[in-house]
């Protein structure tokens, strides 16, 4: 009983130290669009897994090694140069799903994060139309528990938010 008693007393202790020295959270965004095109036409357009640079205007250039199968990894070319390496993880097309997930240890110029995973779907919106949901998670790059303005959580979800806003924009420019 006291160790159990002594082990809670550390524990209470020690635990506002150890979730100051966690590190960044993880951060969610999600932005989602409706078009007046039918869920097929929209996929038809951005189902491939390297259709990026086909309808997001900032990526110029996309290649992959396996197309649509699991674990293809696609390199896009942001229109400033810099490369993104990205991991299939599921091509669902009879869902209109598509999910991936950026590589691990790359050091992005144009986007302070370190890790984004997210998943883009088409689904009908009742009105003869769809909507298109791009979900996506990340962590920042910087590990500190106070960064610099332009790598904080704050920067990172402006410029995530601008670069899924670009695309789905496009997508609905595109598609109707």
Same mark, same amino acid.
């Given at each position: ?30 932005? #989602? =669009?409706?078009?007046?095109?039918? $869920? /097929? *036409? ?43 390496? #990205? =991991?299939?993880?599921?091509?669902? $097309? /009879? *869902? ?50 106070? $960064? ?29």
């Amino acid at each position: 009983m006291k160790r159990i008693i002594k082990f809670c007393l550390l524990a209470a202790f020690f635990a506002p130290t150890l979730t100051l020295a966690h590190g960044p959270s993880r951060v969610l965004l999600v932005e #989602e =669009i409706e078009i007046n095109a039918t $869920p /097929d *036409k929209v996929w038809s357009m951005i189902g491939d897994f390297c259709s990026i640079k086909d309808w997001h205007p900032t990526v110029t250039d996309c290649t992959s090694d396996k197309g649509n199968e699991p674990d293809s990894i696609r390199v896009i070319t942001l229109d400033g140069g810099e490369q993104i390496r #990205e =991991i299939l993880a599921r091509h669902e $097309p /009879d *869902k209109f799903m598509i999910q991936h997930y950026m590589e691990a240890g790359q050091e992005l110029k144009a986007y302070p994060i370190t890790t984004h995973g997210l998943t883009i779907t088409i689904s009908d919106n009742g009105e003869g139309g769809s909507t298109v949901k791009w979900k996506g998670a990340f962590y920042r790059f910087y590990q500190g528990p106070n $960064p610099p303005p332009e790598l904080s959580d704050e920067t990172a979800t402006e410029k995530l938010t601008v670069f899924y806003r670009a695309g789905l924009e496009n997508i609905k420019k595109l598609s109707e």
